[in-house]
């Protein structure tokens, strides 16, 4: 899976305002200073996550943004298809065709299947995981998330 600038600044931006108690309103000059973004930055990131309605601007003199809703209602699958995609299997498989149109294994392919799972299971746990998981120490969200992974099994054998 990759990692958009976008996607990971976006999700760092929201974490800011989901450290500040419910209804607190955060400037945009102040997240860019914590995140080492500039202001024009993060305004842009925040105006792309204020029309999706995970968060709303507050105008004024001491205006700035505001999350929706709870960081325990905000989920990351949420986060990441506001700020840019997580690939499927077709967006792969149309992708990757060689010299050709469509991929010369388009209708039949064992690769898909794999494609097609791990999307599935990357699509899965980000809607699992919320905001509010990931406000704890890196250490707490490294061990929780570690529980939630299937831990690895014997080979397939050949």
């Known amino acids: 899976m990759k990692i958009t600038s976008q996607e990971e600044y976006g999700l760092r931006c929201l974490l800011q305002l989901a450290r500040t108690p419910q209804g607190q309103i955060v400037s945009v000059k102040e997240i860019g200073i914590k995140e080492g973004l500039s202001s024009a930055y993060v305004e842009k990131l925040l105006r792309i996550l204020s029309k999706t309605g995970l968060v709303h601007s507050v105008r004024g003199l001491k205006g700035g943004y505001v999350l929706n809703r709870p960081p325990s209602a905000v989920t990351l699958g949420e986060v990441v298809r506001a700020l840019g995609t ?8 149309q992708h990757f065709t060689g010299n050709q149109r469509v991929c010369v294994h388009f209708s039949d392919c064992g690769i898909r299947s ?3 799972g791990l999307t599935t299971y990357i699509q899965t746990f980000l809607d699992r995981t919320t905001l509010e998981s990931l406000l704890e120490p890196e250490y707490a969200v490294a061990e929780r998330l570690t529980r939630r992974v299937p831990s690895p099994r014997r080979r397939w054998e050949t």
Not at 86 to 92: A, E, L, S
């Open 86 to 93: 997580v690939q499927t299997t077709d967006h792969i498989c």
């Open 114 to 116: 794999i494609w097609s």
